[in-house]
Each structure stands twice: as structure tokens, then as C-alpha cells.
């Protein structure tokens, strides 16, 4: 099985910033995307950023110019600077990755879609 686990919350200031960790272990022989989504109170979890094994980032409109993306294939992990925060930034966010989960040398393997508890962000005065 795969574990993510996001950290770097918090309660910061608007204007303020950010940096989101999530990594990743477990049978792991590949990642293919890692990305974050968010979920405010009474809200839908949405999409905020996506980054490719290629390196591809993809963002929200919401986000663009605010928030970068970006991983680091040796430690499994993917990361979120987020800047310039706003009140409306306020949610759990979590971690989300597709994996091939499998073990070396075994024939057996799958392609997973794994997705870490959450950490608050808060922004506030």
C-alpha cells in the first residue's frame, strides 16, 4: 500500500505564505502525478494544482500567479508555495498521487489514486 502525508500548515496572515509537504511511501516503483485539492467548510474539494512526472504544472485559475508546485521524484514528495494568501485561501488541503504500487522484481502491480488526511491552512488577521 501507499501513505501520504501532507504537512506545513497553519494559520498565517493575509498577504502572507505557505509552504505545503506531502510525501509519499510505501510499494512504490513510480509516481505519476502528485497534486493538491482543497476543501473549505461546506464546500466541494476542489482541484488547486497538478504536477506531471514531467514536470508539467498545472494550476486553478484561482491560484495562478499565487501558488507553485513542484516535486522531488527522490524523496516522493511534492510540494505547494503558496503566496499572496487570501481569507478564500482557507481549507484542509490534501495531497493527492497516482502510483504504480508494486514491489522490484514482481510481476504483480497496480496503478493506484492515494490520497493524504489533509492539513489545515488558515489566513486570517
Known amino acids: 500500500q501507499v501513505q501520504l502525508v501532507e504537512s506545513g500548515g497553519g494559520l498565517v496572515q493575509p498577504g502572507g505564505s505557505l509552504r505545503l509537504s506531502c510525501t509519499a511511501s510505501g510499494d512504490i516503483l513510480s509516481i505519476n502525478h502528485m497534486g493538491w485539492y482543497r476543501q473549505a467548510p461546506g464546500k466541494q474539494r476542489d482541484f488547486v494544482a497538478r504536477i506531471t512526472s514531467g514536470q508539467s504544472a498545472y494550476y486553478a485559475d484561482f491560484v495562478k500567479g499565487r501558488f507553485t508546485v513542484s516535486r522531488d521524484d527522490a524523496e516522493n514528495s511534492v510540494y505547494l508555495e503558496m503566496n499572496s494568501l487570501k481569507p478564500d485561501d482557507t481549507a484542509v488541503y490534501y495531497c493527492?498521487?497516482?502510483?504504480?504500487?508494486?514491489?522490484?522484481?514482481?510481476?504483480?502491480?497496480?496503478?493506484?489514486?492515494?490520497w493524504g488526511l489533509g492539513t489545515q491552512v488558515t489566513v486570517s488577521s
Open positions: 493527492n498521487a497516482e502510483v504504480i504500487v508494486g514491489k522490484p522484481y514482481n510481476p504483480n502491480k497496480y496503478r493506484g489514486d492515494f
